[in-house]
């Protein structure tokens, strides 16, 4: 598993990503989130997805992110949000104060999930929900335009990604249950290849200079066309501590 260092990429991050379509409504909906209710959000980098939860319910909203620079951009939310700089594997809030954590996109920075599914385990009330977004292997070979004109990202996110029902059997056994799967996907016309130009996806940093260098230029060439139909999937895997 590679680590990469958010603190270089905050910059390209902030600039370019966004909320999933969708997701964050699947994920209020299905918890039954509300304004009484208190979320975490762990990697939650420059707090897109934990913004919008505020947004959307009224919910107390907390953040945790160990890039100090990822941090600094969440902190010009306009969202009244509570960030703290720390790291998964070391969640420590008191027994039973979230009625919902969630991660997205983090998952694959975490070497050993147990550890971290146990502390947000305690952390959550009874009957509070877990919630884990991050992509499978099948969504990883399907992504458009990544796979396609930059497959040596396959390989290198395989590397990296855990395979979901080894999440799902660490998620088991650390005591949640009610454990589903549910793929939330949009696609969008894509008609410039400016943020893959300036690798705001962390898997571009994980493929040589030469296969980058071609990639772009076909895709340049392709969407010099015309705009490309694009696709954006995550798995959402749910899990409930137990009443
Ligand atoms: C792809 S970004 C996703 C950020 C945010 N969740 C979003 O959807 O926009 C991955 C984030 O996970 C953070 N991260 C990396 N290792 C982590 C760890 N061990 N614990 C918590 N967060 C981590 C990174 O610093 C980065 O901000």
């Known amino acids: ?25 699947h994920i209020v909906r299905r918890a039954g989130v509300t304004a009484e209710h208190t979320v975490l959000e762990v990697g939650c980098g420059t707090a897109n997805h934990v913004a919008a939860v505020r947004r959307e319910t ?10 100090e620079q990822m941090l600094a951009v969440a ?88 395979p979901i029902p080894r999440l799902s059997g660490d998620l088991a056994l650390a005591g949640f249950g009610d454990l589903n799967e549910h793929v939330v996907e949009s696609e969008y016309e894509l008609a410039d290849s400016t943020r893959f130009r300036d690798k705001s996806y962390s898997c571009l940093h994980l493929i040589g200079d030469d296969e980058f260098a071609d990639g772009l230029a076909a895709l340049d060439a392709d969407l010099a066309a015309g705009p490309l139909t694009a696709n954006l999937r995550s798995l959402v895997l749910w899990g409930r501590r137990p009443q």
């Open 75 to 162: 902190r010009t939310q306009p969202e009244d949000l509570d960030l703290r700089q720390g790291y998964a594997q070391e969640l420590d809030f008191p027994a039973a104060t979230f009625d919902l954590i969630m991660s997205v996109d983090m998952i694959h920075y975490v070497r050993e999930p147990l550890e971290y599914f146990r502390r947000a385990f305690g952390a959550l009330k009874p009957g509070g929900y877990f919630v884990t977004v991050t992509d499978s292997d099948w969504i990883i070979r399907n992504r458009i335009p990544m796979a396609r004109y930059f497959p040596g990202t396959i390989d290198a996110e395989a590397d990296r990604y855990h």
């Open 58 to 67: 009224g919910a107390k909203c907390f953040g945790v992110e160990p890039s």
């Open 1 to 25: 598993m590679t680590t990469l260092n958010y603190d270089d990429l905050a910059t390209e991050y902030a600039r370019h990503r966004r909320t999933y379509p969708g997701l964050i409504e």
